[in-house]
């Protein structure tokens, strides 16, 4: 028996390993199920904490991945992490309780709030606010850039209308910012201070805000991008009152369920307040909460993310008094993580099944060398491979490279082939001002030509484009079925990129996108034996495998599960 000493950072590590296990939930047959999904995918891109109460007990509370790779801390229950736009339910709230208290009414109009306001928007009530049907603009400026409230409220107010009030749904956090001015303007204290002391104290919630808890104790976790390590939230100037009462509030998966206990009851609000908060108004958005129904009845819930990689998610469901709290700290791909993982949790919460990932050993397999470089496929093709972190990364040239590495056969590859080459021909056209096929493509045209062609037109005046690529198309990661097709705008001066989703010769959807280091198309794979790799796309559950050609101990060629081998390039070539 081998009873040779632990490196002092493996005991530290170690140790630190065994107390955070012991402080995590994870109850009964449905704690364990969640459990399960999340450590076999944490491999593969999960990072951040999970709670799920089930009829008022905690079966699952704990952390998976990272909260600072650099410092090796893990997540945690009691990580702090951002809230995203959840953020809006807690100034409705405080609407809400202002209303109760007599100081305000939601049918007040924003003139009894604020001098100068634009004649267009006086007939704009809190009402109107509440619900993103005011017609306001989104967003005032970057998240952490450095804004006074007052200069943000002029800036709102002056801002153009974006339809008349109460007659449309557009989102508006510019909106929420303006209620949070509110807010400060009724009770002539900060907003923080006055939602620490209505809400937040009563509830318990000791851990969420923006600057007033002791972060200091606490273990708050960084977030990571493409882009890389944003850092944490404290690190950044504040405050921005392009962020206040909209977004990216720190909390606890704790502390938000205090916070479901808090107004399962009526420490907070009354009964007909909650009854009013939760009643939705168009596009199914109440007062800082989307209220769905759902096969086990009403959920009202709400999601969060940033730019910079994090993510959060909220969904409650009363008459069986189900919670799930999810807070991430990474992207994925470049794209948001809790929307991939989304729908597999609700699965797993009706009992229902979800394809898993194999188990990934804890120790990378010793005799694989780890496959790096250019790889080259019969076609033309390359895949470039690059190794961080125990995981290959692998990123494809076009689309070959892209069947290659992500479609599970033949007849899709070929249905890609045909869906690039239809919406090449469709940007052309449009490249020239011809928005007519683009239009033509589209399901749902009578509802969806107007938003697509002013989303175009909104991406040529940003871009100024001179030449549009498809890039490629791979399994969507958003609707079943479907492909996702990539295309790029290249101006002289700037690139944009956007997603359009094709199912059955059809556009069905069109989303930003940012592809950077191969985001969205690239995949990565991790060794499970010394000669093989597995990669799990968390979007659909698919496992993909992949075969290391090993020649006199190196890497050589790739063999995807198509069967196809991609050979390795030479260094000079």
């Known amino acids: 028996m081998d009873v040779s000493p632990q490196p002092l950072h493996q005991l530290e590590e170690n140790c630190a390993e065994r107390g955070r296990l012991m402080s995590e939930i994870v109850e009964g047959v449905l704690g364990e199920r969640i459990n399960t999904y999340l450590s076999r995918i944490a491999p593969f891109g999960f990072s951040g904490a999970v709670l799920v109460a089930d009829r008022g007990t905690i079966v699952l509370n704990r952390g998976y991945g990272l909260a600072d790779r650099a410092g090796r801390i893990p997540n945690t229950r009691d990580t702090i992490l951002s809230l995203g736009s959840i953020t809006k339910q807690f100034t409705a709230a405080a609407i809400m309780k202002l209303e109760m208290q007599g100081h305000l009414r939601t049918s007040d109009p924003i003139t009894e709030f604020f001098a100068d306001v634009p004649g267009n928007k006086e007939g704009v009530t809190l009402h109107h606010v509440l619900t993103h049907t005011a017609g306001l603009l989104n967003y005032t400026g970057e998240d952490y850039e450095m804004a006074g409230r007052d200069e943000t409220v002029v800036q709102i107010l002056q801002s153009l209308l974006r339809f008349p009030p109460g007659s449309d749904f557009a989102y508006s956090n510019a909106g929420y910012t303006l209620l949070a001015a509110v807010i400060e303007q009724v009770t002539g204290r900060s907003y923080e201070e006055h939602l620490r ?63 479901h206990v808090a107004l399962s009851g009526d420490r907070i609000l009354s009964e007909a307040a909650k009854a009013r908060m939760y009643t939705p108004d168009l596009r199914d958005y109440a007062y800082g909460w989307e209220v769905v129904e759902t096969a086990r009845g009403r959920c009202l819930q709400h999601s969060g993310a940033s730019s910079h990689g994090s993510s959060a998610l909220f969904k409650r469901w009363p008459n069986d008094d189900l919670v799930l709290v999810v807070l991430c700290n990474t992207d994925h791909d470049g794209e948001v993580l809790v929307s991939k993982i989304e729908a597999h949790l609700e699965s797993i919460l009706a009992s229902g099944e979800v394809a898993m990932p194999p188990t990934i050993p804890t120790q990378p397999p010793p005799l694989l060398e780890m496959p790096e470089g250019e790889f ?63 239009a033509d493509s589209l399901a749902n045209r009578e509802a969806r030509e107007a938003g697509v062609v002013r989303t175009w037109q909104a991406l040529v005046a940003e871009v100024n484009p001179i030449a549009v690529t498809v890039l490629g198309a791979r399994p969507s990661h958003y609707i079943d079925e479907s492909l996702d097709v990539f295309t790029r705008c290249e101006g002289r001066e700037k690139v944009g990129y956007f997603v359009s989703i094709w199912r059955e010769g059809q556009n069905v959807g069109v989303l930003p996108a940012d592809i950077r280091t191969g985001c969205g198309l690239g995949l990565d794979a991790r060794p499970v034996t010394p000669t093989s790799l597995v990669a799990y796309r968390l979007s659909d559950a698919r496992t993909s495998e992949f075969e290391v050609v090993v020649e006199s101990a190196t890497p050589v060629g790739l063999i995807s599960q198509r069967g196809i081998e991609a050979k390795r390039l030479p260094p000079s070539e």
Not at 385 to 408: C, F, K, Y
């Open 197 to 259: 002391d209505e809400l937040f104290i009563p509830a318990g919630m000791h851990s969420t805000g923006y600057r007033l808890p002791d972060w200091s104790a606490m273990n708050v976790a960084h977030w990571y991008s493409v882009q890389g390590d944003f850092g944490t939230p404290l690190d950044k100037p504040y405050p921005s009152w392009h962020l206040m009462g909209n977004g990216d509030m720190l909390s606890s998966t704790g502390d938000m369920h205090r916070w």
């Open 376 to 438: 080259v496929l019969p076609g033309g093709g390359k895949i470039t491979a690059t190794t961080d972190s125990g995981a290959v990364r692998l990123v494809p040239s076009n689309q070959e490279a892209i069947d290659w590495l992500l479609m599970p056969d033949e007849p899709q590859a070929m249905d890609a082939a045909r869906t690039v080459e239809k919406t090449q021909a469709i940007m052309d056209a449009a490249l020239v001002g011809d928005t007519g096929p683009l």
